[in-house]
């Protein structure tokens, strides 16, 4: 019985060696199907405090719910390949998933090279006056910093934009 055992093991070890044994018959799933990778740019927007007005501190600083910034993606002739608004959770973070933009070229088209973050607007009044901090107005940079989601359903490459923020509309002087 051990022998009969031993000989099924060997011979079902060589046809899946050989590509023979299906996988589906071994696990009882189908093929497993490709997963797209994602590519998710993250960051957080906060309100300046009026002690840092004028400078790119934000020490102090509040975060800012549902305040909207915008993700701009140009190819290596700067043409305009994707573009779209996202908004922040209650806590003023972001997490942008670029669904639909594709790199072109594989160099010029990255979106480390390709892509900036801008504000866009914030729902707070005493506090909706655009600030170029980590280029919110020009476009922030992003930033790779090694953090990536790798699971059976779900894949993205993740990249890192700002601190944003905005100013006060009005600060009392010193």
Request: overall charge positive; hydrophobic content about 35%; charged content about 15%.
């Amino acid at each position: 019985m051990a022998m009969r055992i031993q000989l099924i093991l060997i011979v079902s070890s060589l046809l899946m060696a050989l590509g023979w044994f299906p996988l589906t018959f071994a696990y009882g799933r189908g093929p497993a199907q490709p997963v797209e990778t994602t590519v998710v740019i993250e960051g957080m927007v906060y309100c300046q405090s009026c002690d840092a007005y004028g400078s790119w501190s934000l020490s102090g600083a509040k975060p800012i719910g549902s305040a909207k910034i915008s993700v701009i993606c140009k190819d290596h002739k700067k043409r305009v390949n994707f573009y779209k608004a996202f908004e922040t959770n209650a806590y003023g973070y972001f997490y942008a998933e670029l669904q639909g933009y594709k790199m072109g070229h594989s160099y010029l088209d990255h979106p480390l090279q390709s892509c900036h973050v801008k504000l866009v607007n914030s729902p707070q009044e005493n506090c909706n006056v655009l600030s170029n901090i980590n280029y919110g107005i020009n476009g922030a940079p992003l930033r790779f910093e090694d953090k990536v989601i790798d699971r059976s359903d779900y894949k993205a490459v993740i990249y890192t934009a700002g601190p944003l923020a905005f100013r006060p509309t009005y600060c009392p002087p010193k």
